[in-house]
């Protein structure tokens, strides 16, 4: 009895070490890194098909001083590209890395906060779309894209998630 305690013991430890070896950790370090590179890389370590608008040019910089899962990986990618001006559309499983301005103008899927863009309609009572669109275009933004629907007293926003809220 014993010894049969003992092998499940020492199997469970086993199997224990084994799946602790098996995740993967990443530790992000570019400076001046071409963009398309560290895109490769990331999809491997995230797991994650990403296909680059050919306008995504430019060299990024990423630090990291502690090991990264491919989830937190994915994260800081998202963040990084956003900070140099694009972001991501989700599409069935594939990511796209498009400017972002061109974000706003595309149909996207909205599963997260961390880049993509939203519609709302906003309906006025008390003011006119046009005298407000004005007020509101300073807050808003810099990608988003704003405009007044008078024919039913509304303005419509696409803008990031966050920001709409």
Partial sequence: MIKILKLLFCISLISISTSALSQDAF????EDADIKKVSQDIARFAKKTIILDPRVKGKITIYSNASLNSEQVWD???RTIQVNGFSSISDNGVVRIVPENEATRDENDINNENGNFLTAVIPLVNRSAGEILTQIKPITGRQSHLSSIPSINSILLVD????IK
Avoid: D, I, P, Q
């Fill in 76 to 78: 800081v990618y998202l």
């Fill in 27 to 30: 530790v992000l370090n570019y």
């Fill in 160 to 163: 990031k998630k966050s920001n």
